[in-house]
């Protein structure tokens, strides 16, 4: 159970977040928005892949489908009904992706990712220019930023309980067995393909819903904006500097990482890719488990 | 139709050429490169300038890419892979660290293609002539790049299945357990089957320039089509990879033909999706 | 007695090699069976497809009048059949109460919170690792290790349990332990399909034996005449195993 220190501790930390906007520049509220939206991506794409070892490429591909859904339907449908139906949408590509590669090696569902976003944003393209006749779509919400990152904390604050809950439920345990050892896994009782699906429709709809609640910051929308295969790559590198198997790790990467990204797509607007593609692989080889454990390790080590 | 199914031949040559190249990398030098796709543009780029700087043929740029690929490649086995081969505990971990680290390196390669040619639609003109095969008209270009696939598809076949060194090959993609028991340096053969695989991924590259566009950003397609003809035609058999190969040529072909050009990743993927649900370990796979 | 397990026409290929060819036996509640046979006669093998880790390629498991043939791993561990592995595969990331946990909240009654916690504790104190649930399974030896393993099939409250060699590199007093704790189980009205090669403990345990050569099955019956007859087998097959 936890204690009542710490639940209050996390009670004054998300309404001193919550307030933050009131004491901001238009600039900041701005930051807290795509750091929060980061740390949302980071902490649902390792509910999956953490535990699991499946490493998902995919993550733009769902986050393109959620701001695409608000483009097209915003106008026509309420606001809370066009987040539902992103979400509906999202989990039901998570579905089909996960249910056609799941049962097989973690490979195929790597391949399978990692020309998602593409095939996505083509075939939106090609059903853009063909059917509808327009590339583009404004969006037009009565949403200021505060609004947008409000909603963005409480997805964060959903999505960090519920990796929580996970954390201390059977389907927690089964994730761990699954990434140590499927066969063993499945000889225990695990329903392997089954427990590997749920979770990943789960990070999937959290992943779409975060696309969907920050489209309304761009106005504009077009494929090769939503769709734009960065989002993928800095939401893996932020879940790994900090430590994917760890609830707090994806975070502890994601807000020094985002505000490097900030600096460097300010000042290097045409190099960031290299940097961080570089970063990236030196964190492969020097803490391939995160942050958080090596400073376990060198605790642990300072201590015999 | 028939027009459609010789250039379908063509490209689908083109694709059983950097199948094979990324099957010599997955196969036997067990690394799955992410990265693939984006040497095959950088060899597109790399003729693009050899042709239109220095007014080379693309056949000479072949000369300059290909061992050119095949040092990068060995490069970045020594430097990346090697050590992810030395730590992983077990196959899985190598697959995952390998995954993610070229998966770094692919927006490190386009990033720095990127940042030189920006990120346009690029292309050259070479032998853009038609030639009269059977009665319908081919461009020159395609009839070369098909051509080309064909004898470095068969140089490779022949290295493969004629050679000591091909067998050495073919013994660490069946048996890398036992392998070293014959004497066979798996690591080595690891080495060069990675370059050999850069190499061909290279020449896959000059002669996709030839009849094609290409993007900086264009090396996750293909990437992922190479993949795709690697796991329809059996991981690991490279008869398997030659006519997959053809087949997504000529479905893709036929696709844009008559339905959208637009749409063929998408076919692209629905092959893929049925090999997944209905033939996992491919057309030619053995059921393991 | 009552019939708890019939394997039928059981058959396996890997690509030319014919690794179980038709092979047929049953099992009776209560009993402890040996499948005996030198390395590579295809014991693992008919293990893995009564386990659900392969599938066959021809034959019927049955299972208490269910047919497991082609039912998934999990299904076959929630019907009742456990089993440990040749060479032993911890969870390495879980503890050692954890490794045993899993089975408990997956297997065939699911059990969790402090109910399967106080259940982990006994199922440890069976198997004598009384006190180290905490550790991480990676610190155990080799031999704790095992005793992890055999908790964690036990913890799926099985019917019939699959012993790969689980016998295999113990001390003789080890040994001893060994061998009363699998009688325990019968004991328990436990099942027991025994692959193993030490001799002791296949005549202190099976009343019945079945030996394997080549994917085939080339003796059977009671364990004292098929021991008798094993003198004679091996000495025709060359005796490649203590
Ligand atoms: N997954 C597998 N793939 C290919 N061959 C296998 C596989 N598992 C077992 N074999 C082969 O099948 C035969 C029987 O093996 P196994 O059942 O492990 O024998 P045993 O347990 O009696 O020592 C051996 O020749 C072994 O090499
Ligand atoms: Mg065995």
Same mark, same amino acid.
């Given at each position: 159970m936890p204690t009542y220190a710490s639940l209050a501790l996390v009670a004054v930390a998300v309404s001193t977040l919550a307030a933050a906007p009131f004491y901001l520049s238009d600039y900041g509220v701005g930051l807290l928005i795509g750091m929060s939206g980061y740390v949302t991506l980071a902490t649902a794409w390792a509910l999956?892949?953490?535990?699991?070892?499946?490493?998902?490429?995919?993550t733009v591909a769902f986050f393109g489908i959620g701001a695409y859904t608000v483009a097209v339907f915003s106008e026509t449908l309420p606001y809370p009904l066009v987040l539902l139906l992103a979400a509906a949408i999202g989990g039901t590509v998570a579905a089909v992706v996960g249910l056609s590669t799941l049962r097989l090696a973690g490979v195929y569902f790597v391949i399978f990712t990692f020309g998602l976003a593409e095939l996505v944003r083509q075939t939106v393209t090609w059903w853009e220019v063909n059917i509808t006749g327009t590339l583009g779509r404004y969006i037009f919400l009565p949403f200021e930023g505060r609004h947008i990152y409000w909603q963005l904390l409480a997805l964060l604050t959903v999505t960090m309980l519920i990796g929580w809950l996970i954390g201390r439920s059977r389907i927690g345990l089964a994730l761990k067995a699954i990434g140590d050892d499927e066969a063993v896994a499945a000889h225990a009782g695990i329903d392997v393909t089954r427990t590997k699906l749920v979770l990943f429709v789960l990070s999937a709809t959290i992943i779409t819903l975060v696309g969907a609640i920050q489209?309304? @910051?761009?106005?504009y929308i077009e494929p090769s904006i939503v769709f734009n295969p960065t989002v993928s790559f800095l939401t893996l590198i932020m879940a790994l500097l900090g430590g994917p198997? @760890?609830?707090?790790g994806p975070m502890v990467g994601a807000v020094p990482l985002f505000l490097l990204f900030e600096w460097l797509s300010a000042n290097f607007p045409n190099h960031f890719s290299i940097f961080l593609g570089l970063l990236f692989i030196l964190i492969v080889f020097v803490m391939p488990n995160g942050v958080l454990a090596k400073l376990e390790g060198i605790r642990k080590g300072a201590a015999q | 139709m028939f027009e459609h199914i010789v250039n379908g031949l063509v490209l689908g040559g083109t694709y059983a050429l950097i199948a094979m190249g990324l099957t010599m990398q997955y196969g036997i030098a067990r690394i799955m490169n992410l990265a693939f796709g984006d040497t095959i543009i950088v060899a597109c780029f790399g003729t693009y300038l050899l042709v239109s700087a220095f007014a080379l043929s693309p056949l000479l740029a072949l000369l300059i890419l290909v061992p050119g690929a095949f040092v990068f490649s060995y490069a970045v086995f020594l430097a990346l892979m090697q050590p992810l081969v030395a730590r992983a505990p077990n196959r899985e971990a190598l697959e995952v660290d390998s995954i993610l680290v070229t998966f770094g390196l692919l927006f490190v390669i386009q990033g720095i293609l990127l940042v030189i040619f920006g990120g346009a639609y690029t292309s050259y003109s070479y032998l853009n002539v038609g030639v009269n095969v059977l009665g319908t008209t081919v461009s020159a270009n395609r009839l070369l790049a098909f051509v080309m696939a064909l004898v470095f598809g068969g140089a490779l076949m022949f290295v493969l299945f004629r050679t000591r060194w091909g067998m050495m090959l073919r013994a660490v993609e069946l048996a890398p357990e036992s392998a070293p028991l014959y004497g066979i340096d798996v690591d080595r053969v690891a080495r060069y089957a990675f370059a050999v695989g850069g190499a061909l991924a290279a020449s896959g590259g000059v002669v996709v320039s030839m009849y094609q566009t290409f993007t900086a950003t264009a090396g996750v397609v293909f990437t992922m089509k190479a993949l795709i003809v690697v796991i329809l035609g059996g991981k690991g058999s490279l008869i398997g990879a030659l006519i997959a190969g053809i087949v997504l040529g000529i479905v893709e072909t036929l696709v844009a033909a008559y339905?959208?050009?637009?749409?063929t990743l998408a076919a692209t993927y629905a092959v893929f999706l049925a090999i997944l649900l209905f033939r996992p370990t491919g057309l030619f796979g053995s059921a393991a | 007695m009552t019939l708890q397990l019939e394997v039928a026409n059981l058959q396996k290929r890997f690509g030319g090699l014919v690794a179980v060819n038709d092979v047929n036996f049953s099992l009776q509640a209560g009993e402890i069976v040996g499948l005996l046979g030198p390395n590579g006669s295809g014991k693992t093998t008919v293990l893995n497809m009564i386990s659900g880790a392969l599938q066959a390629d021809g034959g019927r498991v049955v299972f208490r009048g269910t047919e497991l043939t082609r039912q998934k791993p999990h299904r076959i561990a929630q019907h009742g059949v456990a089993r440990t592995f040749q060479l032993v595969r911890p969870l390495? $990331?879980? $503890?050692v109460a954890e490794n045993v946990l899993v089975s408990f909240a997956f297997g065939r009654y699911r059990h969790w919170g402090r109910e399967a916690e106080k259940l982990v504790e006994e199922k440890l104190e069976f198997v004598g690792l009384e006190g180290r649930g905490r550790e991480r399974v990676g610190n155990l030896t080799y031999i704790d290790q095992k005793r992890m393993e055999l908790a964690r099939a036990l913890a799926s409250e099985p019917s019939l349990l699959l012993l790969d060699e689980?016998?295999?590199?113990?001390n003789p007093s080890e040994l001893k332990t060994g061998i009363e704790l699998v009688q325990h189980l019968q004991g328990a009205g436990i099942t027991i399909l025994l692959v193993e090669h030490i001799m002791e403990a296949v005549r202190a345990l099976c009343t019945r034996c079945i030996v394997m050569n080549a994917g085939q099955i080339i003796a059977s019956g009671p364990s004292a005449e098929v021991l008798q007859q094993k003198e004679v087998i091996l000495a025709y097959l060359g005796d490649d195993h203590a």
């Open positions: 999956f892949s953490g535990p699991t070892r499946y490493v998902s490429l995919a489209a309304p @910051r761009w106005t198997m @760890r609830l707090w | 339905i959208d050009p637009g749409l | 390495p $990331t879980l $503890t689980w016998l295999a590199g113990l």
